[in-house]
C-alpha cells in the first residue's frame, strides 16, 4: 500500500470539536491498509452549528464512503442518519456511519462494545459486579448500555446533566437487566469504576471521582486516548487498583469501526 493517497483512495473523516487529540487518522488508515484497502482517515474540526451544512457538503463526495464521530458531535449524527442499528437507536447515539446504497447514511455506535471488550482483555469480567459510571455522554451512554448487557448485577451512572443522566438511567433500568441508579464521584463499594468524561485531557482538569475512596481491588477504567495515562489512572495504579486506558478502548473499538465501514 502506497505511503501517499491517490485518485482512486476511499476517504473517511473522523469529525470533531475539538479533533487535535484523536488518533483515528492514523490508527483506522492503519488498519485499512493492513487489509488491502485504499483508504484514508482525515479528520474535520466542525463546530456543533455547522455538523449538518458540513455532512451534506461531503455526502456529495463520491468518494467519501465514511464518518466517524466524536465529541460532541455522536448524538447530532445519529439525527442526521437516514438508518441506525439497533443498538444505536436504542441509544440515539452514532460513532460510525457508512453510506446507504441511495447515498444516505447509516449508522451504529461501538464505543460499548470495544471498551467491555476491551475491559474483558485486561482481565475485568464485568459479569455479576457493580459499575459506577461516570459521564453519559455519547461514549458513556454507549458503555453503561455494553455493561448492563454484559451482566453487571448493578450500575450506577454520575454525570453533571441531570437531564442526560436521568435519561440514560431511565431507558436502562426499563431493560430490567439489572438495578440502574444515580451514581456520585465516590467509587466507594464498586467493584468497577470508569471515566467516560474528557475530564483529565487537559492539564489542570478536576479529578472525575473521589480517587482517595479508590481500593486495590477495584477496576478503573478511562475513555481518554491523550495523555496515554491520566491523572486518573495514575491515581489507581498508584492505589494498586488493575486498570485501562483509552487506548485499550481505542484499539477494540477501531476494529469494530473497520469491520462496519467495510460491511464485513
Known amino acids: 500500500m502506497s505511503d501517499l493517497p491517490s485518485g482512486a483512495s476511499r476517504v473517511h473523516f473522523i469529525v470533531g470539536d475539538p479533533i487535535a487529540q484523536v488518533k483515528s487518522p492514523s490508527g483506522v488508515t492503519q488498519a485499512y491498509h493492513a487489509r488491502g484497502h485504499n483508504a484514508w482517515v482525515l479528520p474535520a474540526h466542525v463546530a456543533p452549528a455547522d455538523l449538518a451544512a458540513w455532512l451534506a457538503g461531503v455526502s456529495l463526495a463520491k468518494n467519501v464512503d465514511g464518518i466517524i464521530a466524536t465529541v460532541p458531535h455522536k448524538f447530532a449524527c445519529f439525527d442526521l442518519c437516514a438508518t441506525t442499528s439497533e443498538r444505536a437507536a ?25 471498551f467491555v471488550s476491551a475491559m474483558q482483555d485486561e482481565g475485568c469480567a464485568p459479569a455479576g ?23 453487571v448485577s448493578e450500575l450506577a451512572v454520575c454525570d453533571a446533566d441531570e437531564d442526560r ?4 438511567v431511565q431507558r436502562l433500568a426499563g431493560l430490567q437487566r439489572c438495578p440502574v441508579t444515580t451514581g456520585s464521584a ?34 478503573v477504567g478511562c475513555v481518554i486516548t491523550e495523555p496515554a495515562t491520566t491523572p486518573l489512572i495514575a491515581a489507581a495504579r498508584a492505589r494498586g487498583c488493575q486498570s485501562m486506558t483509552g487506548a485499550h478502548m481505542f484499539g477494540r473499538v477501531r476494529d469494530l469501526m473497520v469491520d462496519f465501514l467495510l460491511g464485513t
Open 129 to 151: 459486579k457493580k459499575a459506577l459510571l461516570v459521564g453519559a455522554g455519547g461514549a458513556g451512554s454507549a458503555i453503561a448500555h455494553a455493561l448492563v448487557l454484559a451482566g
Open 90 to 114: 436504542f441509544l440515539h447515539t452514532v460513532n460510525t456511519l457508512r453510506r446507504n446504497a441511495d447515498g444516505s447514511w447509516h449508522g451504529d455506535m461501538f464505543d460499548g462494545l470495544g
Open 186 to 219: 465516590d467509587p466507594s463499594g464498586f467493584d468497577i469504576v470508569l471515566n467516560a468524561t474528557p475530564m483529565g485531557m487537559q492539564a489542570g482538569d478536576p479529578l472525575p471521582l473521589q480517587v482517595e475512596r479508590l481500593t486495590p481491588t477495584m477496576f
Open 165 to 168: 443522566r436521568s435519561t440514560l
